[in-house]
């Protein structure tokens, strides 16, 4: 599908007189001013001369919220309800739009109204944004169009996007706890060895004794840290811009990282049940909206988010072009596909609910994600509490020592 440029669309104020001569203003999204003449009079409001005008925005206007995944699964279920309450989509689009709080929601949403008015299907007008409507989206929207179950389709589409944020939310619940702690733990290390260290050690000169091994060892880091700290700044600056630019730039390190990932001890489980929940629930919604097996598998296999994942996938589609049964060739490659997949799948295929058995087996996967993440941070905690014991504790002991070693002779 050809995917035409996006254009910008613009808030418009306008002055003009209706049918009765009255005078009235107000304010419409339009790409041009002169689509927002062309529409009032349509509404049967003549525009006042030089009065349509581009809204200004102040100096301190606000540009709203980013877009989100969320939002696009409420856009789709409001679509969906409209739909089927026989509002035509036109203005199903007019009521969504102007009962969203995001200006950046809405502003898509007109865009996307009035590449429909000029005459595009909804599948073409929603290719034109592909950063807020992936291809899968768009593919399931163009065979509910074809299919004439739209309504079903955009429930349908709701539904798997309110489901994968979740689980992508699961995941980020697991790797965010421990991350703020040890960045905390860094902190306050820092705070310790680049203020109070050196407090103590100034008393300690005083006392005219040899001080402990460990004392020396945390004051020379402390002077250490404090002499290049601007140094170390920058080495932990510059370490996570490299990261950051290497997973853009380098598809050979986001390889060893999607890797890395299946294979890390309890990590690798939960990234696993993710990667087959998430293939299980996109090719169930679109097997349902009645896409080709072999075409579905191409969003299928990006929907995983693993690398390994859609290399397999592909592998899979192959297999499945030449004739192989997905049961068969999923059994191929058992390291990333459980048995209890293939198994369903073996079923589905057999009575011919497919995707009724792959909705089954995402429903579980998710679940052991869900699982995986609570297990995953009740082994984490005491592992993370005994790490800010030993270093917190230990920069303190190494200050106390001496102390307590006075105490002892006197």
Known sequence: MAKAKSRSNTTFT?????????????????F?????????????????????????????????KPITTKDIAVFSRQLATMMKAGVPMVQ????????HSNPNMTRLIMQ?????????????????HPAQFDDLFVNLVDAGEQSGALETLLEKIATYKEKTEALKNKIKKAMTYPIIVLVVAVVVSAILLIFVVPTFAELFEGFGAELPA??????????????????????????????????????AFRDFLDRLALRLP???ALTTNSCVARFSRTLATMFSAGV??????????????????????????????AGTTLQVSLSQNKDLFPNM??????????????DDMLDKVADYYEEAVDDAVDNLTAMMEPMIMSFLAVVIGGLVIAMYLPIFKMGEVV
């Open 214 to 251: 460990f004392t020396l060892f945390v004051v020379g880091m402390s002077d250490t840290l404090v002499e290049n700290v601007w140094l170390f700044i920058a080495l932990i600056a510059g370490t996570i811009y490299a990261f950051k630019q290497a997973k853009i730039r380098s598809k």
């Open 32 to 64: 041009s001013a002169d689509l927002v003449k062309a529409e009032l009079r349509k509404q049967g409001i003549t525009p006042k001369n030089n009065r349509v005008k581009k809204k200004s925005q102040g100096l301190f206007a606000s540009k709203g």
């Open 92 to 99: 199903s689009f007019d009521i969504v739009g102007q009962g």
């Open 341 to 354: 997949l293939i198994q369903m799948v073996g079923i589905g295929e057999e009575s011919g609910a497919l």
């Open 266 to 268: 309890a990590v690798g």
């Open 14 to 30: 306008w002055e003009g007189t209706n049918k009765k001569g009255q005078s009235i203003k107000g304010e419409m999204m339009a």
């Open 112 to 128: 996307v109204k009035m590449d429909i008015e000029a005459g595009g299907t909804l599948a073409s007008a929603l290719a034109q």
């Open 292 to 321: 080709p097996l072999v075409e579905a598998m191409v969003s299928v296999a990006g929907a995983t988010g693993n690398s390994v994942y859609y290399k397999a996938i592909m592998q899979v589609r192959d297999d499945v072009a």
